[in-house]
Every structure is written in structure tokens, then in C-alpha cells.
């Protein structure tokens, strides 16, 4: 359960970074028109950064994906190995939620 936890957090994370580039390339296009020295340094230094954490993002929503990938591998290893245990799990937590509904 903690890879779940730890994989919908690692979304959130990208998702968050994805908008945090997205509103700097629309400071940085806001800012084009603004002349000087020391604003084209600031400019190609944000240029470069963007660049960086455009890759960094990429990287980590790959490895999502990934990860994603391989727990689903794995669970239907798992339940294509043991198919009479999982229906078994699913018929027992169907019960339960079945009672717990029922008393409400």
C-alpha cells in the first residue's frame, strides 16, 4: 500500500513541478519586452533552469510511469498465479463492506 501512497505522491510532486515551469515560461514571456543588461542575465539564466527542470520532470514522470508499469506487472502476475485466493480476498472485503453498508 505504501508503493500506491508513494506513487500518487510522486504524481502530485510532477503535476505540481509541470504547473511551477508552465507560470515561469509565462513570467519569462511577460518579461520579453524589458530591456537591459542585467535582465538578459537574469533571463538566460531562468532560460537555462527552465530547460533543466523540464528535463528533471520528464525524468521523474518516466520513472511514474515505470513504477506504474510494474506494479501492475506484478499484481497481475500475482493474481494470475493464485486466482481462487484474490476472488476469495474480493468476495471476503465485499462481504465486510456489504455489513458495514447494511448498518448504516
Known amino acids: 500500500m505504501s508503493n ?5 505522491n510522486s504524481q502530485k510532486i510532477v503535476a505540481d513541478m509541470k504547473a511551477v515551469v508552465s507560470d515561469a515560461e509565462e513570467i519569462f514571456r511577460e518579461t520579453a519586452g524589458v530591456a537591459g543588461d542585467k535582465m538578459l542575465d537574469v533571463r538566460q539564466r531562468i532560460s537555462d533552469r ?3 527542470a523540464k528535463v528533471r520532470v520528464a525524468d521523474a514522470e518516466a520513472a511514474i510511469l515505470a513504477k506504474t508499469k510494474a506494479a501492475a506487472c506484478a499484481t497481475d502476475t500475482c493474481v494470475r498465479d493464485k486466482p481462487w ?5 474480493a468476495a471476503g472485503v465485499g462481504l465486510l463492506l456489504g455489513i458495514l453498508m447494511a448498518r448504516r
Open 50 to 52: 527552465l530547460g533543466a
Open 85 to 89: 485466493q484474490f476472488v476469495g480476498i
Open 4 to 8: 500506491v501512497t508513494d506513487l500518487g
